[in-house]
Every structure is written in structure tokens, then in C-alpha cells.
């Protein structure tokens, strides 16, 4: 969804309220929710995939709030229903699910846990899992007919980027709400700055720099991976790029997403470097510096690093044609002003969907999170390979001239090796670098 579209589906004119009210009204006798104008009490049966820290969180925390500041906000009677939880680890699942009462017979395990969160029946189903898994999941839960969240980034390779767009497509034209991590979406102060692009407040976009730069995060002892659940447990799947994509993926997705929300646009090509200096465990590096080349010559300076003892800055800055004169006033409505943005965007982007379901209107992220992945994966494999990345070949056809066939790029073991038991193990410093020695 471009931020075009944004605007167009987020209708929240007085019209477009009378409408979606007369259309909710309509729906009343067929569904099971009772929708009376705003009188609205509606159950939504939830599951989640992925049972460790951000999974738990989004569930008990975010998913459940979003649900009672709706409640409170607009008079609404939702309730969230948790039928099934899943994880690699089956106690883990089991652990989130007793909360919730749920039996051991709904709280499932393995690499196949997916399979049967959905076969329980959700209406929603939240994920959480290592990167690696998300396209095949996600592809699981559209084809099942799930509306979903699912967390960032989309996939660790371009073949598992254009699985995310094909799914997101499928999930549009079966009118399934899909809405992603990459929570700035669900910020006001984000959306205000994009109604002010939008609206010309501040004239084009001229360049930027988009930044996710902290200092070490995780523990550096050697992972000696013998097992499949080695490379996927808690604090080690982030280490192997295979796994998590690497930290460009895992955390600056965030900053790269803005860069394309603003600029409607994904870039037309990567320059990237990095390395790692002092990372013992796993395989991915401690920092990529990339530029990114978007339409009408525009360039974004991109930086993210995970290093302790440097400057640190987690950000996004643009250069604008113009100031914001004083007194303008947007045309562009704010998406979400009816929901609105109580308890922080990890809350608000539940909210939003629960909002948009109840409402019957659109909201499809699938596209944007893939393109931010994919431009995260781009400077990846750049920074790897000292080349510079055309997202032609990388992600709209595969050029017969391009002798690194990054169009057929995938990382192995696969979310489908895991499901098969046939799992190659990843080596602790075995790293890819640039150029010839
Ligand atoms: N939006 C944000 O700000 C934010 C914050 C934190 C994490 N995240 C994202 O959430 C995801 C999970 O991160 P986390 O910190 O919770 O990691 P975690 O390691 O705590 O949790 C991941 C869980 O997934 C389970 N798992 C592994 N393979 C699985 C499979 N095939 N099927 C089902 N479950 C499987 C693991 O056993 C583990 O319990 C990551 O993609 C991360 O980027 C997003």
C-alpha cells in the first residue's frame, strides 16, 4: 500500500463513518457480531505463533489493551478469545496459553506448530517467530483465511520477500486485514509528518539519513549449534543472518520503512558496507553503512550498527524543499483519528486493526513491510558482496546478465528444512565478506 492509498482507505470523513455505519448495519444479521450503528460487541478469537518476548507482549499486553482502550474510547463491548498458542518450544506455548486457561491440546509444538494454530480456529492470529519462518507462516494464514499481525521484518531473502507481497496480495483480495510490526505506522507524530508530505506542506523530499545505531545487545559466547532448536531458541536465532537476516533487518527495518513511506517509493539501488569487529557468536556483522538511491535522484544515507562505546542515534531525518507555513492546515484526515493512538504504537497498531475489522474497512501492510525488509536485504547483501544492488535484479525479474542471480537469492536451512528435520547447521564466525583478499 503506498501512502497514496493511505489516505484514500482511511476514510474517516463524516460520510464515510455514515457509511461504514450502514454497512456494519447490514452486516448485523449475517455475522455473529451484533453491530447497531456504534453499538458494537463483538468476540475475536486469537491465537499466536512465536511465544517468546515480543510474542507474549503483543498478546497480553498490546493485543488485549488495544481491545479495552477501543472499549473505552467508542462505548464498544470487544472481547479477545485466545483459542491456540504455538511455538518451536511447546512449553513455551504452553506457558502464554495457560494464562489464558487453554489446555495443553491447544498450546502446540515443532516446527509444524503453525499448522495446527490454525486448524484451532482463529479469526486473528499474531506472530512473533524468527524471520526465517514468516513467509511460509504467513502464506499458511491467508490461504487459511486469517486476518494477521505479524512481526518484522517479513523474511531474511528476496525469495521470501516476494512470498510476503504475493501473500499480501491474496490477503487484499480476500479482504483480510493484515498489519505489521514496523509500529511507526501507527504513530501520530509519523502520520502527521506524512500528511504534511502528502499535502505539500513541506515540498519534496530532497535526500536523508535514516539511522538504527546502539550499542551491544547480545551475548557474544559461541553458539556451537548441534541442534535445530539452537539456531531458533530465545537470544541465538538473532545471530545467524539466515535466521534473523541480521541486525540491518531485525532493527533498522523500522527507519528504512519511513524512508520509503515518505518517499512513496522503494530505491532503485544499494550501495552498502559493514563488517563485524568484534562479534564472536553467530554470523552477522556489527555494522552496515549503505546509500540508497530512490527516484528523481534522491539519496538516503543509512547507517545501523551494534557496537557499545559509539554514537549512538535511532532515527530518521529528511531534507525538505520547504518550511511548513504557518497556520497550514492538512486535507489529508488522520487514518486513525477515531481509533486514535492511546498506550503507544505498540498498542495503537492492534487497535487499528481491531478498529479496521469491526469497521469493514481496508488496511493491507503486507507490501510495505516487504519492501522495507527487501531494502534491508539489499544493503545486506551488498555489504557481503562489495557489489552494488539493483532492486531490478534483486527483486522485479531476473537479468540473465546479473551473474549473481540475486532474484533467486535463499538463505538455506529454510523455514521448510526445519518442517522436514533436515536442518544444516551454521558455523560461529563463518562469516561472507567483500572483495578478494
Ligand atoms: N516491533 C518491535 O519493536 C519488535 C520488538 C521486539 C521483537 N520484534 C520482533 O519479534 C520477533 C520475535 O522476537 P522476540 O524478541 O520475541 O524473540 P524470542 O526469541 O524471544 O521469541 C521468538 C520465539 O519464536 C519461537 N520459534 C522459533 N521457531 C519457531 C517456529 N518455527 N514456529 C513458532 N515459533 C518459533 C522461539 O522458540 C521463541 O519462543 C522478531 O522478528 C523481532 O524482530 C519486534
Not at 503453525?114 to 479469526?123: F, L
Not at 552496515?288 to 559509539?310: A, T
Request: charged share 25%; hydrophobic share 40%.
Amino acid at each position: 500500500m503506498t501512502g497514496k492509498d493511505q489516505g484514500k482507505k482511511q476514510d474517516t470523513s463524516r460520510r464515510g463513518f455514515l457509511k461504514a455505519t450502514a454497512i456494519a448495519g447490514a452486516a448485523a444479521a449475517a455475522a455473529p457480531a451484533i453491530l447497531r450503528g456504534e453499538e458494537v460487541k463483538r468476540a475475536f478469537k486469537v491465537a499466536l505463533i512465536g511465544c517468546g518476548g515480543r510474542g507474549s507482549d503483543a498478546l497480553i499486553n498490546n493485543h488485549h489493551q488495544a481491545a479495552k482502550n477501543l472499549n473505552k474510547k467508542l462505548g464498544w463491548n470487544l472481547e479477545i478469545q485466545v483459542v491456540a498458542t504455538g511455538d518451536f518450544v511447546k512449553g513455551k506455548a504452553e506457558g502464554v496459553g495457560k494464562r489464558y486457561g487453554l489446555g495443553a491440546d491447544k498450546c502446540f509444538g515443532g516446527a509444524d506448530c503453525y499448522k495446527k494454530v490454525i486448524e484451532a480456529g482463529p479469526e486473528i492470529v499474531l506472530m512473533a517467530q524468527p524471520p526465517v519462518f514468516r513467509p511460509l507462516h504467513f502464506e499458511a494464514c491467508i490461504a487459511a483465511g486469517k486476518h494477521v499481525f505479524f512481526e518484522k521484518p517479513s523474511a531474511v531473502d528476496p525469495v521470501g520477500v516476494r512470498r510476503v507481497i504475493k501473500a499480501g496480495e491474496a490477503a487484499k483480495a480476500k479482504k483480510l486485514v493484515v498489519v505489521a510490526g514496523t509500529q511507526r505506522r501507527h504513530s501520530k507524530g509519523y502520520n502527521e509528518r506524512w500528511r504534511d508530505i502528502k499535502d505539500g506542506a513541506l515540498g519534496r523530499v530532497m535526500g536523508g539519513r535514516v539511522a538504527w545505531n546502539m550499542g551491544w545487545i547480545f551475548s557474544n559466547k559461541d553458539i556451537n549449534a548441534t541442534k535445530p532448536e539452537q539456531l531458533v531458541g530465545s537470544g541465538a536465532w538473532q545471530l545467524w543472518s539466515e535466521m534473523s537476516g541480521d541486525h540491518i533487518c531485525e532493527q533498522h527495518v523500522h527507519n528504512l520503512d519511513i524512508a520509503n513511506w515518505y518517499l512513496d517509493a522503494h530505491p532503485l539501488s544499494a550501495a552498502g558496507f559493514g563488517y563485524r569487529i568484534a562479534r564472536k557468536a553467530g554470523n552477522m556483522y556489527d555494522f552496515f553503512s549503505g546509500d540508497l538511491e530512490y527516484p528523481k535522484g534522491v539519496h538516503i544515507h543509512s547507517m545501523c550498527r551494534q557496537i557499545g562505546g559509539c554514537w549512538d542515534w535511532v532515527g530518521e531525518e529528511f531534507t525538505y524543499e520547504k518550511n511548513k507555513p504557518n497556520g497550514f492546515k492538512n486535507e489529508t484526515p488522520d487514518p486513525y483519528e477515531e481509533p486514535g493512538y492511546e498506550g503507544g504504537d505498540y498498542v495503537a497498531e492492534h487497535a487499528h486493526l481491531l478498529w479496521t475489522l469491526v469497521k469493514e474497512k481496508e488496511l493491507n501492510e503486507a507490501q510495505n513491510v516487504a519492501w522495507a525488509t527487501a531494502v534491508a536485504i539489499m544493503i545486506r547483501e551488498s555489504a557481503y558482496s562489495g557489489q552494488r544492488i539493483s532492486w531490478a535484479d534483486m527483486y522485479d525479474k531476473l537479468n540473465p546478465k546479473d551473474p549473481k542471480k540475486w532474484f533467486d537469492l535463499q538463505l538455506s536451512p529454510t523455514a521448510e528444512d526445519f518442517e522436514k528435520g533436515d536442518v544444516k547447521m551454521l558455523k560461529d564466525g563463518d562469516i561472507r565478506a567483500p572483495g578478494k583478499a
